[in-house]
């Protein structure tokens, strides 16, 4: 159904790609359709490598979005790995149970894009997978460019070879392939989607701004995006200190806790979830509270808004 | 199961009528006992104070005729679903959308199959069965967006998401109240939203086209929205106001209670997954002050919310000119006892 907030997901099949890349088929353990996976999106999973450890990891679906009776992603195992990759690459076998939250995707078309131009560096062709799919069904004219190293040049281009383009453009290396020479020339109207490593993305919004793209043609998606900072929050009355994780609002930091708490809205604007902060720096995110409000720095929504520095004192009302 | 009225008419002799239950399910639209704009906006999930709440999208007795209302509009004025050409994705997301919720909501009336190669779509109410290939609209005998919400009550509306701002792209509107979809279509959220008063500069529109930018898919929010209508006519468009507009110098004493309507919209924004778009979707329910005055929380309240109303609220509602017959009317239910907060009738009976 499309209204889960949380799967539980069976692995069906993996597949090795090379020696770093898995990809996992996911099934829904009760066998029902999925939640569409819409393009770009990802899936993050709330791991248990070890008794009470509970690590996110979040991965690109790389299947089709009109498939609903499967997810794929597809698993680098990191050489710095937090132990989420570590996990899929070790421990996940065929027939195990995973939980994910819903796949979310802050990567979409433009409606109106004349052209799309795609670019992946490395790994980060795997949200883009998505978005051409979605792409191609709008009739729309692309470019694929996919930067990568030589050993998985075999393996991103099977990835590939479903989405049956003519010519993607493969580099091997970031010497060899000159941004300016992609971007020039192109039609106005164009629309840049790229993802990959920090220094890509952000030499491609520096040649698109010099050669005159709108910034609203130009997308980029941060792999393991977070919300935040991580800070810790004292409750008024509880004797209870809770950390808010980078992924995570204070409001659900406070409804996983236990802790009762109004909300309406659940984004910022209705103002029914406001706590009075006792102590601490708010960076508000909100479009509820008043300029005044704001300065006085005595209340907070703490469904969008966190702390600026490192803790907070709240009291719900 | 819902027992659908089937031959009902929302014009020339209007014969809609509630049922005592479709009365005790309505969505009286007031908290409290003033009304002033503010952002009512909650999170859109099954239940709620009345029966109105119990499903994503709301199928009730006036199913039937509301559909058949809705093609006769189209039939006279094919201008009320336009969907701009980049909008197709949407349309596909819609029809999954509102298939998949009629389907598994309702699975005595409605049935969805997915085979591999093709859907299935079976409407029991609107003896419709149909096999389509999803993403092919020349297997649908008119786009999927106008096919699935001929097929659904209340108006709906695409907004596109893009360059920071919604566009409203998009909709199937035959039931609006006084605003015309191929004058507006293409313009962004705060320019759609301009003719109405104060809100403005409370800031409402700002808040809302934020809001709504950041909302994710799988989480549809809601709010309600209400007017008065004369008769119980759903086509209160602006293309048609010569043709119901006088309508508003008929309410006299003798006719208020049956004649006038409240009128409601539950309003719903449903983030879409391919498409990125924003749909809308504006449920309508009408309910006659003789039906209001049937719960005595909800004619006490009435009284008291028309009475207290903000001038320029009434007059962009159109009920300037009998505002102070509805009052007088009224009166007779409001003795004066303290309402309960929340909308909830507060009764399983009517009086």
């Known amino acids: 159904m499309i209204f889960q907030s949380e799967l539980d997901l069976k692995v069906a099949r993996i597949d090795v790609l090379n020696e770093t890349l898995k990809r996992f088929h996911l099934v829904s353990a009760g066998g029902e359709f999925l939640p569409p996976a ?59 149970l995973l939980k994910a939250k819903a796949p979310r995707s802050n990567f979409s078309v433009h409606s109106l894009a004349r052209k ?67 971007l020039a020339g192109q039609p106005l109207g164009t629309h840049l989607y790229i993802c990959g490593p920090f220094n890509l993305m952000r030499h491609v919004q520096e040649v698109a701004h010099e050669l005159g793209y709108p910034s609203s043609n130009v997308h980029i998606e941060s792999f393991g995006a977070t919300i935040g900072n991580a800070f810790n929050v004292k409750v008024e009355g509880l004797n209870k200190e809770i950390s808010v994780g980078e992924s995570e609002s204070l409001l659900e930091t406070l ?63 | 199961m819902t027992q659908f009225k089937i031959d009902e008419t929302f014009r020339d002799d209007y014969t809609f009528r509630n049922s005592d239950g479709a009365i005790l399910r309505f969505p009286f639209p007031f908290e409290q006992d003033d009304y002033m704009y503010s952002f009512n906006v909650e999170l859109h999930r099954k239940g709620g104070p009345t029966g109105a709440y119990e499903n994503y999208f709301d199928i009730d007795e006036h199913y039937v005729s509301e559909c058949r209302e809705r093609a006769l509009v189209l039939l006279q004025d094919p201008s009320r679903c336009l969907v701009l050409d980049h909008m ?77 701002n919604l566009y409203i792209d998009g909709g199937m509107v035959t039931s609006q109240a006084d605003w015309s979809l191929e004058f507006d279509v293409g313009m962004s959220f705060i ?42 006519r759903l086509d209160t468009s602006q293309e048609n106001y010569p043709v119901w507009g006088p309508d508003r110098r008929t309410i006299t004493r003798q006719n208020i209670g049956s004649k006038l309507h409240l009128r409601v919209e539950l309003q719903a924004a449903w983030r879409l997954p391919r498409s990125n778009a924003i749909l809308f979707s504006v449920r309508g329910y009408l309910a006659s002050l003789d039906d209001i005055s049937r719960v005595p929380k909800w004619a006490r309240r009435l009284h008291r919310v028309i009475k207290n109303l903000h001038p320029e609220i009434a007059d962009y509602k159109g009920i300037s000119g009998y505002r ?28």
């Open chain 1, 38 to 96: 819409p393009p770009g999106s990802h899936l993050t999973f709330l791991l248990n490598p070890r008794d009470g450890e509970v690590i996110k990891n979040s991965y690109s679906v790389v299947s089709p979005t009109l498939i609903r009776d499967h997810y794929e992603i597809v698993v680098r195992k990191a050489a710095d790995s937090r132990g989420g990759s570590k996990f899929f690459h070790e421990d996940v076998k065929e027939g195990n």
């Open chain 1, 116 to 182: 799309s131009i795609l670019i992946a560096g490395g790994i980060g062709i795997t949200p883009i997978i998505s978005l051409l799919d979605e792409i191609k069904r709008r009739r729309c004219k692309v470019e694929l460019h996919v930067i990568c190293g030589q050993s998985d040049r075999l393996a991103l281009e099977a990835l590939l070879a479903d989405e049956a383009l003519a010519g993607p453009n493969f580099y091997e290396g970031r010497n060899n392939c000159s941004i300016g020479k992609i």
């Open chain 1, 255 to 317: 409804e996983r806790e236990g802790i009762e708490a109004p909300f309406s809205c659940r984004g910022g604007a209705c103002g029914q979830c406001v706590v009075r902060v006792v102590e601490g720096e708010v960076d508000h995110r909100d479009f509820f509270l008043s300029d005044e409000q704001r300065a006085a720095g005595n209340c907070m929504t703490p469904c969008v808004s966190r702390a600026s520095g490192r803790a907070l004192t709240i009291a719900i009302k």
């Open chain 2, 88 to 164: 197709e994705s949407a349309e596909w997301d819609t029809l999954e959308l509102i298939m998949e919720c009629l389907a598994s909501d309702y699975p005595e009336h409605f049935e969805l199959h997915r085979d591999p190669d093709s859907w299935r779509w079976i409407n029991r109410p609107l003896e419709i069965e149909h096999s389509f290939i999803f993403g092919d609209r020349s297997t649908l005998p008119c786009s999927p967006f106008e096919y699935i919400t001929r097929q659904a009550q209340g108006d709906f509306l695409l907004q596109d998401h893009r360059n920071n």
């Open chain 2, 191 to 232: 320019e759609w939203h301009a003719p109405v008063p104060l809100a403005h500069e409370m800031g409402v529109f700002e808040s809302a086209v934020n809001y709504l930018m950041q909302m994710e898919y799988g989480i549809p929010v809601r709010r309600l929205n209400w007017t008065m209508t004369v008769n119980p």
């Open chain 2, 324 to 351: 102070d017959l509805v009052t007088e009317h009224m009166a007779q239910f409001d003795d004066g006892a303290p309402t309960s907060p929340g909308t909830q009738p507060d009764t399983k009976t009517l009086i």
